[in-house]
């Protein structure tokens, strides 16, 4: 299996730009979720999905948007990239219950100048 | 808004040294999850603890989960240099199981 996975690695915007990050997971996990790591502040949760078709916001998901068409993927789409988005995204699935595991993908790096 | 307090945000020690962080909230969570991540890598899940006043034990590590649910600590015995990382706590909050909530984190640094 190759657990979760993410691209691009790296990412450098001009403001205003909209891209779309990838998050694809082979372990038929219900629960994914997209979190931002920025220095000192842990990791915040963006947006989240229970399930193909149902979506639910997070923490901070102004300037975000997210889909799930299908159990494995679960893209984030920035729609105008801001500076303030500048950070590292993260995204993990896990199955549904309160002791899930959450596994977690190794990261796009996003700079917006 | 549930919130985590995570502390120290730093720790720097010799190797064969204790230490402890700990995981404070006024909120009460379902469950709390420990994760260690090394640089350039997502997380990775060490423990979860979900009773109140639960003790577990991973080699050196010992992680205990309040009374109250409330807060959570993470022990580290005789420290070794392959402990250095970065060391997130979050919790799960009533019915939103899959939602966490993380900590700031704590940047262990041990010295050989």
């Known amino acids: 299996n190759a657990g979760v996975t993410q691209t691009p690695k790296f990412q450098v915007l001009k403001t205003g730009q909209s891209m779309t990050l990838q998050c694809a997971q082979d372990m038929n996990h219900e629960y994914m979720s997209w979190y931002r790591q920025d220095p000192g502040m842990g990791l915040r949760l963006i947006h989240y999905?229970?399930?193909?078709?149902?979506?639910d916001q997070g923490e901070v998901p102004n300037g975000y948007n997210v889909s799930r068409s299908t159990t494995e993927d679960f893209p984030l789409r920035l729609l105008s990239a801001a500076p303030s988005q500048t950070s590292v995204y993260f995204c993990a699935s896990s199955y549904w219950g309160r002791e899930g595991e959450q596994f977690f993908g190794p990261g796009t790096r996003l700079t917006v100048l | 808004t549930q919130l985590l307090e995570q502390s120290p945000q730093f720790l720097s020690i010799q190797e064969g040294e204790n230490l402890t962080v700990y995981c404070n909230s006024s909120?009460?969570?379902?469950?709390l999850q420990w994760y260690r991540q090394e640089p350039g890598e997502g997380p990775v899940l060490l423990v979860t603890v979900v009773t109140g006043g639960e003790v577990k034990k991973l080699k050196r590590l010992t992680f205990q989960f309040g009374d109250a649910r409330k807060d959570s600590s993470l022990h580290i015995t005789a420290a070794q240099t392959g402990d250095t990382g970065l060391y997130l706590c979050a919790g799960a909050g009533g019915t939103s199981y899959g939602k966490l909530t993380f900590g700031q984190g704590t940047i262990l640094t041990v010295h050989p």
């Open positions: 999905s229970v399930g193909a078709g149902i979506t």
């Open positions: 909120s009460v969570f379902s469950s």
